[in-house]
């Protein structure tokens, strides 16, 4: 399979299972919120904010994709690695479960939001939560090793089944008991069932797979941990900087606060996560021909992932911000307080600057400059806590702040410093990039946003059922998406399923 082919089916695989994550969630979230009422704000807060663990489990796997990526021609030294990050995420599991089980008996002295009623119950759930992070943190190196490969459709039809399974699960036992509790046994449950199915996968789609802790050499821990420490330093610091920002939050506010930040957050970071994916499987394929010395196709994979990234993202972050009102109303089937939709219209706003320089950051994890980008990580997370308590001394709102301190951040982060950086790091000229990657997406926002002005002006929301205008808002943003940004990319698709439907009638012929 060629390279441009193994890049779209892999990023077309995380765009579903991205979206079978964000529909299963959005669900999830409504029927959570239903029925377990005041206690939902208080599930929230501990399901959300008590991530810290992930920041190792997301480091480990990125570096586990990484070895994996540049070691896939070399069994033995591949499994050398993988059975280092296996053995120390086994280790971080434990701890994080005895971690969990210390932190439940103290839970609600720590948060206002825990009230004395559903003390137990957050004791009971924080150490659910805790085992539910062990389980996600044991998986990592197996979805890591699979993603490296680059078997992501294999990787991603594991987490699609988790997926459904927990929503199942999830329904099933509010049936019969609407409890936190309840909530946090089904996610219990699926994440076993999933590092399961990601073990057995991986052993059977990569050939000489095997974890063989005696194995292990002091080079291969040291430099696992000399990439682990840039990598768990990077994601580590975003891990951080969401979490205490929710719990920020919950500390000072209410439950209704954290529930008012929690509903608007949940789309926003969907996307977040869906432009990740996507701009995730740069990483091995960037890492693969900066190891052959391709530096020319290094930077044209970069290039045509920025173009095509970008454009997705803004036809995508232009709806949403208009009928954002409206996409949480219909899921949660009440209307939703103008508060809510404020928030989560500053939060898109903040996921923008990911959509337009998001691939800098595997890219450049591929190319192996990583010191630059641990600094730059850290000092973001940084900014935005001192920014919310800042703005959390009566300036604005309390679920206000927070929204406000990541636009800030992230955009002097990835907006400004990340393509600036990189840039320079790949000695490309900034007009020659601007040219070839965001001229074509900056000139259809622009005229998206213009004809979506001039329709509202002709066709008033308040005249016309919003179904309707949603239908006419996306098929005028794709139009001029496609017509000014993507022509050539739609023109390929059409001719590829031309051609592949062409062979397929001389065949029967």
Not at 71 to 84: G, I, K, L, P
Not at 117 to 121: M, N, Q
Not at 250 to 259: N, P, Q, T, Y
Not at 501 to 509: L, T, V
């Given at each position: 399979?060629?390279?441009?082919?193994?890049?779209?089916?892999?990023?077309?695989?995380?765009?579903?299972?991205?979206?079978?994550?964000?529909?299963?969630?959005?669900?999830?979230?409504?029927?959570i919120?239903?029925?377990?009422?005041?206690?939902?704000?208080?599930?929230?807060?501990?399901?959300?904010?008590?991530?810290?663990?992930?920041?190792?489990?997301?480091?480990?796997?990125?570096?586990t994709?990484?070895?994996?990526?540049?070691?896939?021609?070399?069994?033995?030294?591949?499994?050398?690695?993988?059975?280092?990050?296996?053995?120390?995420?086994?280790?971080?599991?434990?701890?994080?479960?005895?971690?969990?089980v210390?932190?439940?008996?103290?839970?609600?002295?720590?948060?206002?939001a825990?009230?004395s009623?559903?003390?137990?119950?957050a004791?009971?759930?924080?150490?659910l939560?805790?085992?539910?992070?062990?389980?996600?943190?044991?998986?990592?190196?197996?979805?890591?090793?699979?993603?490296?490969?680059?078997?992501?459709?294999?990787?991603n039809?594991?987490?699609?089944?988790?997926?459904?399974?927990?929503?199942?699960?999830?329904?099933?036992?509010?049936?019969?008991?609407k409890?936190m509790?309840?909530?946090?046994?089904?996610?219990?449950?699926?994440?076993?069932?999933?590092?399961?199915?990601?073990?057995?996968?991986?052993?059977?789609?990569?050939?000489?797979?095997?974890?063989?802790?005696?194995?292990?050499?002091?080079?291969?821990?040291?430099?696992?941990?000399?990439?682990?420490?840039?990598?768990?330093?990077?994601?580590?610091s975003?891990?951080?900087?969401f979490?205490?920002?929710v719990?920020?939050?919950?500390?000072?506010?209410?439950?209704?606060?954290?529930?008012?930040?929690?509903?608007?957050?949940?789309?926003?970071?969907?996307?977040?996560g869906?432009?990740?994916?996507?701009?995730?499987?740069?990483?091995?394929?960037?890492?693969?021909?900066?190891a052959?010395?391709?530096?020319?196709?290094?930077?044209?994979?970069?290039?045509?992932?920025?173009?095509?990234?970008?454009?997705?993202?803004?036809?995508?972050?232009?709806?949403?911000?208009?009928?954002?009102?409206?996409?949480?109303?219909?899921?949660?089937?009440?209307?939703?307080?103008?508060?809510?939709?404020?928030?989560?219209?500053?939060?898109?706003?903040?996921?923008?600057?990911?959509?337009?320089?998001?691939?800098?950051?595997?890219?450049?994890?591929?190319?192996?400059h990583?010191?630059?980008?641990?600094?730059?990580?850290?000092?973001?997370?940084?900014?935005?806590?001192?920014?919310?308590?800042?703005?959390?001394?009566?300036?604005?709102?309390?679920?206000m702040?927070?929204?406000?301190?990541?636009?800030v951040?992230?955009?002097?982060?990835?907006g400004?410093?990340?393509?600036?950086?990189?840039?320079?790091?790949?000695?490309?000229?900034?007009?020659?990039?601007?040219?070839?990657?965001?001229?074509?997406?900056?000139?259809?926002?622009?005229?998206?946003?213009?004809?979506?002005?001039?329709?509202?002006?002709?066709?008033p929301?308040?005249?016309?059922?919003?179904?309707?205008?949603?239908?006419?808002?996306?098929?005028?943003?794709?139009?001029?998406?496609?017509?000014?940004?993507?022509?050539?990319?739609?023109?390929?698709?059409?001719?590829?399923?031309?051609?592949k439907?062409?062979?397929?009638?001389?065949?029967?012929?």
């Open positions: 399979m060629s390279l441009r082919k193994r890049i779209i089916m892999n990023a077309g695989s995380n765009w579903v299972g991205m979206l079978v994550a964000g529909a299963v969630g959005l669900v999830l979230f409504r029927t919120r239903h029925n377990l009422g005041a206690s939902f704000g208080v599930w929230a807060l501990l399901s959300t904010g008590l991530r810290y663990p992930m920041i190792l489990e997301r480091a480990f796997s990125l570096s994709n990484r070895f994996v990526a540049f070691y896939r021609d070399n069994t033995e030294q591949m499994n050398r690695f993988v059975s280092a990050s296996f053995g120390i995420l086994m280790g971080l599991a434990l701890l994080t479960v005895a971690a969990a210390l932190l439940s008996f103290f839970v609600s002295d720590i948060f206002t825990i009230t009623e559903s003390a137990y119950e004791q009971i759930t924080c150490i939560v805790g085992v539910t992070l062990a389980l996600r943190i044991v998986g990592a190196t197996f979805g890591g090793a699979l993603r490296g490969y680059q078997y992501h459709t294999r990787s039809a594991v987490e699609i089944t988790a997926n459904l399974l927990r929503m199942v699960l999830t329904l099933g036992i509010l049936a019969l008991w409890s509790i309840a909530v946090q046994l089904a996610f219990v449950t699926a994440a076993a069932v999933s590092v399961l199915l990601m073990f057995s996968v991986a052993r059977k789609s990569i050939e000489g797979f095997k974890i063989v802790v005696s194995k292990i050499g002091k080079n291969t821990i040291r430099e696992l941990f000399r990439h682990t420490g840039h990598a768990t330093a990077r994601s580590g975003m891990v951080f900087m979490s205490t920002l719990l920020i939050v919950g500390k000072v506010g209410s439950a209704e606060d954290v529930e008012v930040y929690a509903i608007a957050s949940l789309i926003p970071s969907f996307v977040r869906l432009l990740a994916g996507t701009q995730n499987v740069f990483l091995p394929v960037i890492t693969s021909l900066n052959s010395g391709q530096t020319e196709r290094v930077k044209a994979v970069i290039k045509k992932g920025t173009h095509i990234s970008s454009a997705l993202a803004c036809a995508l972050l232009i709806l949403l911000f208009v009928f954002a009102g409206e996409v949480l109303s219909i899921w949660f089937k009440e209307a939703v307080p103008s508060e809510t939709v404020l928030v989560m219209r500053v939060l898109i706003i903040s996921v923008v600057g990911r959509g337009f320089f998001g691939i800098w950051l595997p890219s450049l994890v591929g190319i192996g990583l010191r630059g980008l641990t600094i730059a990580a850290i000092t973001t997370a940084v900014i935005a806590i001192i920014i919310e308590l800042i703005l959390l001394q009566g300036i604005v709102s309390v679920p702040a927070p929204s406000i301190a990541l636009v951040a992230l955009w002097a982060y990835m400004i410093w990340l393509p600036i950086h990189g840039l320079r790091k790949l000695e490309i000229h900034p007009y020659e990039y601007l040219k070839d990657s965001l001229s074509g997406p900056l000139a259809a926002s622009l005229v998206s946003i213009a004809a979506l002005l001039i329709l509202n002006s002709i066709l929301r308040e005249t016309i059922s919003w179904p309707v205008m949603l239908v006419i808002s996306a098929a005028i943003v794709m139009a001029c998406f496609i017509a000014i940004s993507l022509r050539k990319e739609t023109a390929d698709l059409i001719a590829a399923v031309r051609i439907y062409g062979s397929k009638k001389e065949h029967r012929i």
